[in-house]
């Protein structure tokens, strides 16, 4: 058993592309968090400018946006990969 890092060093393809996709939604789900919270740190910092407050709940709902795209992204490969195209490995 191979423990490459994000499936570098992966021969077989499912694998690789199970573990890259993995990799990348944490990636993703970690950089929307930083969003978020700096998001709320506009609000909380805003003392009521509406341009701020409108910057800041911008920040959070577009994080929140992009971070269920990846996740979907994610499940429509898996569901389309294994359970239509039938790709050996993918669904692990």
């Known amino acids: 058993m191979n423990n490459a890092l ?3 060093g992966e021969t077989d ?4 592309a199970g573990k890259f996709f ?3 939604v944490s990636l993703v789900g970690g950089i ?5 919270i700096y998001g709320g ?11 701020r407050l409108r910057i800041g709940k ?3 709902t577009y994080s929140i ?5 990846a996740i979907l992204a994610v499940v429509i490969l898996n569901v389309i990969g294994t359970d ?3 790709i050996p490995g993918l669904g692990q």
């Open 6 to 8: 994000c499936g570098i």
């Open 13 to 16: 393809i499912g694998v690789f």
């Open 22 to 24: 993995g990799c990348g």
């Open 32 to 36: 929307a968090l930083l969003f978020i």
């Open 41 to 51: 740190y506009v609000l909380m910092t805003s003392s009521g400018d509406p341009n």
């Open 58 to 60: 911008e920040y959070i």
């Open 65 to 69: 946006v992009g971070l269920v795209l």
């Open 84 to 86: 239509i195209l039938k």
